[in-house]
């Protein structure tokens, strides 16, 4: 009797060290709706299905349990959406026609500000290329405007 008594508290004690994930997400794309969503991550040189679920009236969700922290992606069919990073926790996603945004969890949060940034550097610096096309045509001093560019390039 103490040993069945032993298993279960052991099995109890293991069971309860597992960390979970759950990720609750949103969507107004329409064309979504009835469409399977898959979070993949890399292993051993593969992406393997980690979970999948269907997109239902602009609703998704994934959840699973994890022993440590990764990296992970969502896809459409073969179509890459969006990365997220598993670990313990509630992940929030929304997928919207003009941004896509993951947090709830410390490293979501981080990796979301970063591309953020990124997306607002990557903007900045493809202005530099309409600007130099705006001061051609205003036929203003190419000299005077290449140097306002690389310093401006170059912040």
Same mark, same amino acid.
């Given at each position: &009797?103490?040993?069945?008594?032993? @298993?279960? *508290? $052991?099995?109890? $004690?293991? @069971?309860s060290? %597992?960390k979970s994930?759950?990720?609750?997400? $949103? %969507?107004?794309?329409s064309? *979504?709706d009835? !469409?399977m969503?898959?979070?993949? @991550?890399?292993?051993?040189?593969?992406?393997?299905?980690?979970?999948?679920? =269907?997109?239902?009236?602009? +609703?998704?969700k994934?959840?699973?349990a994890?022993?440590?922290?990764?990296?992970? $992606?969502? /896809? &459409?069919d073969? =179509?890459?959406v &969006?990365?997220?990073?598993i670990?313990?926790?509630n992940?929030?996603?929304?997928l919207?026609?003009?941004k +896509?945004?993951c947090s709830?969890?410390d490293?979501?949060d981080?990796? /979301?500000a970063?591309?953020?940034?990124?997306? %607002?550097?990557?903007? +900045?610096? %493809?202005?530099?290329s309409? !600007?130099?096309n705006q @001061?051609? &045509?205003?036929g203003? #001093?190419? #000299? =005077?405007?290449? +140097?306002?560019?690389?310093?401006d390039? =170059? !912040?």
């Amino acid at each position: &009797m103490n040993k069945i008594i032993y @298993a279960i *508290l $052991t099995v109890m $004690t293991c @069971a309860s060290c %597992s960390k979970s994930f759950n990720i609750q997400g $949103t %969507s107004n794309i329409s064309t *979504l709706d009835g !469409r399977m969503l898959y979070l993949k @991550a890399l292993k051993n040189g593969e992406l393997k299905n980690i979970d999948s679920c =269907e997109v239902v009236h602009g +609703q998704f969700k994934f959840s699973g349990a994890t022993d440590s922290t990764s990296m992970a $992606t969502i /896809f &459409m069919d073969d =179509e890459s959406v &969006m990365p997220v990073v598993i670990e313990e926790g509630n992940i929030n996603i929304q997928l919207n026609t003009t941004k +896509q945004s993951c947090s709830g969890t410390d490293l979501n949060d981080k990796l /979301f500000a970063f591309i953020e940034k990124y997306n %607002s550097l990557q903007s +900045q610096y %493809s202005d530099l290329s309409h !600007r130099e096309n705006q @001061a051609i &045509m205003d036929g203003q #001093d190419m #000299d =005077e405007v290449y +140097q306002k560019l690389t310093a401006d390039a =170059e !912040r």
